[in-house]
Nanobody, 123 residues
């Protein structure tokens, strides 16, 4: 079982930056993909960024390309999401996820989820 704990969320103004962290623990040797998802009130969950733990390749949602960067530090067993140029529409609960098979921006590909960290953007 894989445990994921997110941190780094907060309240920022538009144009600001945040770095979200996700500490991975437990039996993660089967994990092939790590990702960040978000869900705003009244909206469906949205895949934001994913990273293949085998190849290091990354994929981003069109809405965040050029502003978000996903990365990992294997020594620290931590996944990051650097968020720049924050927009009002980035306000959401952000979740870290781990998957063992496919690696796509689909929540159904991921079987392990953290509790989330809230990002709130204001003018």
């Amino acid at each position: 079982q894989v445990q994921l704990v997110e941190s780094g969320g907060g309240s920022v103004q538009t144009g600001g930056t945040l770095r979200l962290s996700c500490v991975v623990s437990g039996n993660s040797y089967r994990t092939t993909c790590m990702g960040w998802f978000r869900q705003a009130p009244g909206k469906e969950r949205e895949g934001v960024a994913i990273l293949s733990t085998f190849t290091g390749s990354t994929t981003y949602a069109d809405s965040v390309k050029g502003r978000f960067t996903i990365s990992q530090d294997n020594a620290k067993k931590t996944l990051y999401l650097q968020i720049n140029s924050l927009k009002l529409e980035d306000t959401a609960m952000y979740y870290c996820a781990a998957g063992q098979y496919y690696c796509r921006l689909r929540g159904t590909d991921f079987s392990n989820w953290g509790q989330g960290t809230q990002v709130t953007v204001s003018e």
